[in-house]
């Protein structure tokens, strides 16, 4: 079973997320886990960085994460949003 940790900007996101929606993360945390490779490969600045998209109540949802074979590193969750973007991109 490989390791999950977490990132600040995750957690203050999860956070703040319905518990309807909590579940949906979870479940793509989840397929993660399982299938790390499941997410697209980030190019560039982002380099290691993975996205994955997911439906969550309805919408979509990204998780971006970074993995190695016995970590899994949640970096970000939210919706398709230019702060989202941004945020992102500020990791870089």
Same mark, same amino acid.
């Given at each position: 079973m490989a390791e999950i940790l977490?990132?600040?900007a995750f957690l203050r996101a999860y956070k703040k997320l319905h518990d309807n929606q909590k579940d949906a993360v979870d479940q793509?945390?989840?397929e993660i886990v399982r299938d790390p490779a499941i997410g697209e490969a980030k190019r560039g600045?982002?380099?290691?960085? &993975?996205? =994955?998209k997911f439906d969550c109540v309805n919408q979509l949802f990204l998780l971006a &994460?970074? =993995?190695?074979?016995?970590t899994r590193i949640l970096l970000l969750v939210g919706t398709h949003e230019s702060q989202h973007r941004r945020r992102?991109?500020?990791r870089a």
């Open positions: 977490q990132a600040n793509a945390v989840a600045d982002l380099s290691g960085v &993975y996205v =994955y &994460y970074e =993995y190695d074979p016995t992102l991109a500020a």
